[in-house]
């Protein structure tokens, strides 16, 4: 993946450590066409993580991450209700902001995890006039492909597999509840059948390989956890397609993702890259 492949070695300490692969990952990003930011020149010891709190209702399936409402939690999670609430705790190791520190969560994740998130972060500044489900699942699938090009791994290609099973069972889901809401299924029967999705998924995700850099199953087994993922699942096959027909380089599958149109609907922009696909494919 890729043209460069920068190695890294190791020193002791989680700073050393994480330092190191963060410099190999931003000449990895300029080798590839990803503008440098100021995200993660310095580490900052007062922030452990971002700790955050998504929920929604247990037959509310929103369609992305803007849908579920929000509270600020700690390092011991959320104070929700969970018999009330489908809640989704999260503690993120870093956001997007042009001037990110490094948390304790980022260097002391594994190498593979520090090599994901830094591109992705530092990409999303390129993209931010782009739909927000189609620029995470493109930042995700430029963290992937720019961050092997320090630690040579294949989660690019296993997240589309990731991807496929959460855009699956995200529509069996969001078809169960629209029965509800058209009064052709009742609640009792709509939570069964809930229940036994969430288990069939988690069933499915079982079965994959198990990648470096990401979980590998829906990030919350509830409504909360799946609205989260969908957001960076439901365009993923496509960018996944613009960087096959791309012959899986870097560069190529950045600047087509850069050169997309700007503030423009979904349909739109997915067009753009079902027209750039098909014209490198002829």
Not at 33 to 49: I, L, M, Y
Not at 51 to 56: A, G, L, N, V
Not at 169 to 188: F, G, I, M, P
């Amino acid at each position: 993946m890729g043209s460069l492949l920068v190695r890294v070695s190791y020193a002791d300490g989680d700073e050393a450590r994480s330092e190191q692969v963060i410099q190999s990952v931003k000449i990895a990003e300029q080798a590839a066409g990803v503008k440098p930011t100021g995200n993660f020149s310095s580490a900052d010891e007062r922030v452990t993580a971002y700790y955050r709190c998504y929920f929604t209702g247990k037959l509310e399936l929103p369609e992305s991450y803007d849908g579920l409402k929000l509270r600020q939690g700690s390092k011991n999670g959320c104070s929700l209700d969970p018999e009330k609430y489908d809640v989704f705790f999260y503690p993120i190791e870093a956001v997007a902001s042009g001037h990110s520190p490094v948390t304790e969560a980022l260097a002391t994740a594994a190498p593979e995890r520090i090599a994901t998130v830094v591109p992705h972060e530092d990409f999303h500044s390129q993209i931010e006039a782009l739909p927000d489900r189609i620029a995470e699942a493109a930042a995700t699938l430029v963290g992937f492909v720019v961050g092997a090009a320090a630690i040579e791994n294949n989660d690019a290609e296993l997240f589309l597999k990731k991807a496929n099973l959460i855009n699956l069972y995200y529509e069996k889901l969001r078809k169960t509840y629209a029965a509800v809401r058209q009064h052709q299924l009742s609640k009792r029967i709509a939570l069964q059948q809930k229940q036994s999705l969430f288990a069939a998924l988690q069933t499915a995700c079982a079965t994959t390989q198990e990648p470096r850099s990401f979980g590998k199953c829906v990030s919350a087994p509830n409504n909360a956890g799946l609205a989260f993922d969908y957001t960076y699942t439901k365009f993923y096959p496509l960018l996944y397609r613009v960087f096959s027909a791309c012959k899986q380089d870097a560069k190529c599958t950045v600047g087509a993702i850069v050169n997309a149109p700007k503030k423009r609907s979904e349909a739109a922009v997915e067009s753009y890259f079902e027209e750039f696909i098909d014209s490198r494919t002829l």
